[in-house]
């Protein structure tokens, strides 16, 4: 009898033992390289994912070329969700990212930003930028940051290009645009709506939603890279990613759903 119990007790430990150490191989490493405006709310979709499955997220931010050159020249990550289409696109005709993983994730929207709070009765940040009343008007490099290519778009639309072309100063990407502004050293800057409505909170500084027609449309694109293609964690990123709850924390953090 005694040998009987122990024999179960045995077994017992065995299944329980095994049943950990799987759950411990199911939990796994995602390497993420994310556009520098996606920040923010990749804290909330991480936070969101690891909860839900147990995998880790390590996020590295930057501008969208600056990324997509450490991929091509063999940077060790899994999914890329840039602030474009266009470099997604390339990787995959390249071979370096599975061709039927690519999703659009979010479509951002630019807004006109002057540090401070609002006063009332004088001009508003595109009044500003109209009149020429400021120094400095920071943007995201154009040949970077698809930010900076709208914003530079946005700058033909109100024929404004020549006459603000010395005044322009450039961040790499649109995180270092932002800081521009925030910090005073621009009295202007497009950046990114995301940067400055935060869930639960006021917006930062004073700002004009920018209207969509202005620019093209700022389509952002997410993709699995060759190097995740046998991860089980990378591939759950992707699924929740395009999750109804995903998509929540994404139009929370001032991103449109895409269609």
Partial sequence: MARSLLLRLAVALLVALTAALGGQARADIVRLAVASNFTEPMQALGAAFSTRTGHTLLVVNGSTGRLYAQIVNGAAVDIFLAADTVRPARLVEDGLAVADSVQTYAIGRLALMEPGDATAGTP????????????????????????????????????????????????????????????????????????????GSAPAGRHDLIPADWHDPIRQDAVLLERGRNNEAARAFMDFLASPEARDIIAAHGYEAPA
């Fill in 124 to 199: 508003s940040p595109l009044q500003r930028l109209q009149s020429g009343d400021y120094r400095h008007l920071a943007l995201a490099n154009p040949d970077l940051a698809p930010y900076g290519a709208a914003a530079r778009q946005i700058l033909a639309h109100l024929e404004l290009q020549t006459a603000s072309a010395s005044r322009q100063v450039f961040g790499e990407n649109i995180g270092q645009t932002y800081a521009f502004v925030a910090t005073g050293n621009a009295d202007l800057g497009f950046v990114a709506l995301s940067q400055i409505r935060h869930p």
